[in-house]
């Protein structure tokens, strides 16, 4: 099913023929798809049938909240606590990340609100709403005579009490139906969109936050022969903005030129952005739960820039020993890894770096890579890996005799020119056996400690389209972790099983694992990666 694109710049935006997948069905009316920025995982809503759900890669759909007050619209807050929009309670209302409910707000002038519906974050924190009547009708809510005569559009302002009633920041006659809601990148302008007028207006934010010189934006978004109306919305890195539409999701230029169409097979309510870098697109549609791969990335909202904060160092098990002192890894990865998006690096297994009669064999690092295994668990994972399609580079350190011009003012270089290591056509410079280069495989050289800085290898992973690094090699704490640090820093996925990783000794090991890869790197086993492998 091909998208449709009416202007060149839709091809910037996604490839017309890319798939949309079908990630589960069975549903009444999906809504309020949110991804979690540290778990990985997307949670929806079903009003209908009253429950809250989550999608999890590689683990399918489950239920996490049953009955949910028919919560539609959800998102976080810059700490990440949820926030809803509930139509059984016509309230906005904040899930804490301990779990606790707080209420804050379900009244304006004294007046049941009719039933909040979509809901987002400004960057100073405020929380901005709709507020149509859906959720007072049948199937979508609970049956009741609204309070309000008009249907408007809210803030909460920062600082704002749970229980304190919103501001209006709009004309409360100006909308049919509010419904959809979204800030541009920069957080100065925000859109708003209503399913009865079949319309997207666009509003300065004021330096108080009301909305201010609305215009219309876009208008006839509606088609009498294929169902589906302004509803869910959003904005990309670039200001493009998303709206669901007749067929699926149109795509606006910043200045209102309608791009291209996303073509779905049912009719799409919401939409979120997520996966690993913000570029899918989570499609909440009728019965079902869909994803498309984009090219652009998601407008970055104050949640998304959410950072794990580790525990401090006296939380972490005192380093003495390996024996004294458990790793910290993970028993599975919580997401699928597919193979034409990942790449296996097989880093400085050489015979200088970790075979005996090495020019390093003195520091122990035969005995550690015996230890841990690493050459049959590197072959296992690098068979598996090609199998399903994945890309395997070979990364390896090569000096040329007397190492010219190889920087002198680190111990490790010092080292490996004393010690002529890692020298062209000699055999340290060879790969252990086992570990020797297949049909297919690449070859990356190197003069740096991490594979990326004197290597192509950054190209090749573009060029190939591979966003996953499944991270193996010597020395853990040396090339491995630099490799690691600099991955994530340009925003691919970094997976360590430590099992296929080594170094000098188990403890400079596992201080490596246990502290700078946790923040960096999903740090595993060899047996969990192949069983993540798609």
């Not at 002038?109 to 009719?114: D, P």
Request: aromatic share 8%; charged share 20%.
């Amino acid at each position: 099913m091909a998208h449709l694109a009416i202007a060149d710049g839709f091809h910037k935006i996604i490839d017309v023929n890319e798939p949309v997948r079908h990630l589960g069905t069975g549903f009444i009316f999906t809504e309020g798809p949110l991804w979690h920025p540290v778990e990985n995982h997307l949670i929806f809503s079903d009003m209908p049938g009253d429950v809250r759900r989550k999608y999890m890669p590689g683990q399918g759909i489950s239920e996490i909240a049953r009955p949910s007050n028919k919560g539609n619209g959800m998102t976080y807050d810059a700490d990440l606590n949820l926030l809803i929009c509930e139509h059984a309670t016509s309230s906005v209302v904040r899930v804490n990340r301990d779990g606790t409910r707080e209420t804050l707000c379900s009244k304006f002038a004294g007046k049941e609100l009719n039933s909040p519906n979509d809901i987002v974050v400004a960057n100073d924190g405020s929380i901005y709403f709709t507020d149509p009547t859906y959720g007072r009708q049948e199937h979508f809510g609970v049956p009741r005579p609204t309070q309000l005569d008009f249907q408007g559009v809210y803030r909460l302002p920062p600082g704002h009490r749970p229980g304190d009633e919103p501001q209006l920041v709009v004309d409360k006659y100006l909308f049919g139906q509010p419904n959809g809601l979204c800030f541009s990148p920069c957080g100065k302008w925000m859109w708003v969109n209503d399913t009865d007028q079949a319309n997207i207006r666009m509003f300065d934010v004021a330096g108080d936050g009301h909305l201010t010189n609305g215009r219309l934006f876009a208008g006839g978004i509606r088609d009498d022969q294929l169902a589906g109306l302004p509803d869910g919305m959003k904005a990309d890195q670039d200001g493009n903005l998303y709206v669901t539409a007749p067929g699926g999701v149109w795509v606006y230029s910043f200045h209102g030129e309608l791009l291209g169409k996303i073509t779905c097979p049912e009719m799409v309510a919401n939409m979120h952005w997520g996966g690993d870098d913000w570029s899918t697109l989570f499609l909440c549609a009728s019965t079902s739960l869909y994803s498309v791969k984009m090219r652009k990335r998601g407008r970055e909202e104050p949640f998304m820039r959410y950072r794990f904060h580790p525990p401090k160092a006296q939380e972490f098990p005192a380093v003495t020993s390996s024996a004294a002192s458990p790793l910290i890894l993970k028993d599975h990865l919580d997401f699928r890894i597919e193979g034409a998006r990942t790449a296996m690096i097989l880093q400085d297994l050489q015979n200088d770096v970790m075979i005996d009669g090495g020019a390093f064999a003195a520091t122990g690092s035969p005995d550690h890579a015996r230890d841990q295994n690493v050459v049959a668990n590197v072959r296992r994972l690098a068979d598996a890996v090609r199998s399903r399609g994945g890309m395997i580079i070979h990364v390896w350190m090569v000096l040329e005799p007397g190492a010219p011009y190889l920087c002198q003012h680190a111990e490790l270089q010092k080292g490996l020119k004393d010690n002529k290591a890692l020298v062209r056509g000699t055999w340290g410079v060879a790969p252990a056996a086992g570990l020797e280069p297949q049909p297919g495989d690449l070859i990356v050289e190197k003069m740096s400690m991490s594979a990326w800085e004197t290597s192509r290898l950054d190209a090749y992973l573009r060029h190939g389209g591979r966003d996953t690094i499944i991270n193996t090699g010597s020395w853990t704490n040396m090339s491995v972790e630099h490799t690691a640090r600099t991955g994530a820093d340009k925003g691919y996925r970094m997976i360590v099983p430590e099992d296929a990783c080594s170094t000098m000794n188990a403890d400079w090991h596992q201080v490596s694992i246990n502290y700078a890869m946790q923040n960096v790197a999903a740090v595993t086993r060899t047996n969990a990666v192949i069983a993540a492998l798609a």
